[in-house]
């Protein structure tokens, strides 16, 4: 631009376009700074405070009387209030109306004349001139500033407990197939769209355009009936891969057909007339010529619809069953959504998973994703 | 693992299937109609014959599975929404009418216009701002990707992530959720937002817009970007300011764009499921015809005969579209 870079225009610019960024990415952000926290630390504070220590209210119960020990004639009960390493008790109490009534480092009188000390590290000493006696050992209040603590321990969890490791494959075979197999049969179809002169031709594409925007639900009925009555003449289940995998296919050919379509008739026809003159049959300038040649918009739909069908609810949800071994990404963190509704550390971890492959391919190949997309929307005017 | 290798293993055959199917009809027909080698007539009428069945054979797999899985759906929904429940009996409009008295439906049809007013319009106003700007600036790339990065993430995946920003705790308690830290530090109450009727819906839109924005962007930067310099030009030299030229100049310019950025997310708002059912499966008066019938398909049983009712009418909101859609892509294709 012509403006000068030190304009106030400029610098509005530039501010605004920071702060769009920061609303569009801190979404994200925040999960994935929750999934690596320390789960009773994303209980209790928000993820913003991830890097500064929390103060956090504790209360131990010291061991009972049988635990005492003589040492110089005293009688001593002794351990450590906190687990974490890193933390420091910043105040103390014995009494649930002034649980932080004491320093660290003071000796507080119990009612019964015992003394309790509690250090900073959160070592803690109960000190009584005759035996102690009673059941049960006694309460003591610490609060603590707890430093930070990052962890991949709600990943593990998630992976092995709550079952995403076993999704995980399962969305991997629902994706794969569905996303290879419908190429090669939208390609040959884009191609005698595109190339091969035949009556009908454009009431076909004007056919593909339409289907394109057929919302899935017009589908999920009668196809569930389908596959019910199928299932049932063949003596299977219903809902199995193979099922899912044709859907896909069903519900992804329209673009693809679209995509290659637009794609391949942007090609110079010279190639296929010298070819045709040098004596090549429709299917070897296919093969040969027009295969290769599409490789960015074979790309472009390969990620589109893997994003589509690792991505994807209700297909799953309709046509795959529930069980360990079949239930999708997508509909475990819904069923969690359920379960889990209050277990943030469980519901980050588990959605970071879900969504860490289409970020990978998205970063990576975000060039024919923009590509597919340009070419994908219909265009007007 | 295994079910991984399985999966492989079909795609291969899968794969294998298809080049075999192409390979062996193609091999077929040049062996029932040769034109190699035979006399010029002959020849000439076997070409003539094979040319016009190739084309047919190459359709065939698509064309056989876009039947099976759109066309027969379609008419099979309709014929089902006038037939009761397990679809065995015809009703006559008796869904139709249900459905227009049932308070569940008219709050779907309600919520789903709000979608339909609200999502497409910020989603493509803030793509066309966020397009403008980044073009003007050395990050515009990076802050672009940033952005579009949304797209990727499955809706339910969103839902989560919005559901964790929305998150409520009493007051008095420490919020960990950032719309109500945000707002306390204000010194306002905590709200638990997903669950106060009719703005809850709009918190819901927010999570689209936000997948949204980034496709909006991208389509309309390269929009932006393909008008041509001289008008830009012309418009400076006549003195034109920054505002001016972007509303009077550009934005004309790229109006069939805008229309083709505002109609598709349109299409995918009427389908708009996966948000609802993670966020608040319909609960608290945000209901959508799409989760509505869904909910129909297995609700008691399962009634079909509502459910491909309230499917017709999703179909019928895009019909406008899908006529728009094929009529420019028929212009298009006499332009070339």
Known sequence: ?381 | MQQLLMAVVTMVAGVLACAAYFYGTNLILDLIFPSKGRSGAKASRNLRISNAIRPWLFLFPALFAMTIYLIYPVISSVWLSFHDKAGQNFVGGANYVWMINDGEFRQSIFNNFLWLLVVPALATFFGLIIAALTDRIWWGNIAKTLIFMPMAISFVGASVIWKFIYDYRAAGTEQIGLLNAIVTSLGFEPQAWVTIPLWNNFFLMAILVWIQTGFAMVILSAALRGIPEETVEAAVIDGANGFQIFFKIMIPQIWGTIAVVWTTITILVLKVFDIVLAMTNGQWQTQVLANLMFDWMFRGGGDFGRGAAIAVVIMLLVVPIMIWNIRNAAKEMKGH
């Open chain 1, 1 to 381: 631009m012509i403006a000068s870079k030190r304009s106030p225009l400029v610098l509005f610019v530039h501010l605004s376009v920071l702060l769009l960024v920061i609303l569009w990415t801190i979404p994200t952000a925040g999960l994935l700074i929750s999934s690596l926290r320390d789960k009773d630390q994303l209980a209790v504070s928000g993820w913003w405070t991830a890097l500064s220590t929390s103060s956090q209210n504790l209360t131990v119960r010291a061991p009972g009387p049988e635990a005492q020990q003589q040492r110089d004639g005293k009688f001593v009960i002794s351990g450590n209030a906190l687990d974490n390493p890193g933390a420091k008790v910043s105040a103390f109490g014995f009494r649930t109306q002034e649980p932080a009534a004491f320093e660290p480092g003071q000796t507080a009188t119990l009612n019964d004349g015992e003394r309790l000390t509690v250090q900073e590290d959160g070592t803690y000493e109960i000190v009584s001139d005759v035996a102690m006696e009673g059941s049960r050992g006694q309460r003591i209040f610490v609060q603590a500033a707890v430093p930070s603590r990052f962890t991949f321990d709600n990943y593990r969890e998630v992976l092995n407990a709550e079952g995403i490791g076993a999704s995980f494959i399962n969305s991997l075979t629902v994706s794969i197939p569905s996303t290879i197999i419908p190429i090669l049969v939208a390609a040959f179809a884009a191609y005698a769209l595109a190339w091969m002169p035949f009556p009908g031709r454009t009431v076909l594409i004007a056919i593909v355009v339409g289907l394109l925007v057929v919302p899935l639900q017009m589908s999920l009925i009668p196809l569930l009936k389908l596959y019910n009555g199928v299932g049932a003449f063949l003596g299977v289940p219903a809902k199995t891969y193979v099922g899912i995998w044709l859907a896909h296919m069903g519900f992804g050919l329209p673009l693809a057909i679209y995509l290659l379509r637009n794609y391949m008739a942007g090609l110079p026809r010279e190639i296929m007339e010298s070819a045709r003159v040098d004596g090549a049959s429709d299917f070897d300038i296919f093969v040969k010529i027009i295969l290769p040649l599409s490789f960015p918009a074979l790309a472009s739909f390969a990620i589109f619809q893997f994003l589509w069908t690792w991505n994807d609810l209700l297909v799953a949800m309709v046509f795959l069953g529930t069980g360990n071994n079949e239930l999708v990404l997508t509909g475990r963190l819904v069923n969690l959504l359920g379960s889990r509704g209050g277990n943030w550390e469980i519901l980050t971890a588990s959605a970071f998973i879900t969504i860490i492959i289409p970020l990978l391919v998205f970063f990576s190949l975000q060039r024919y994703l923009v590509r597919g997309l340009l070419a994908g929307s219909v265009k007007g005017g």
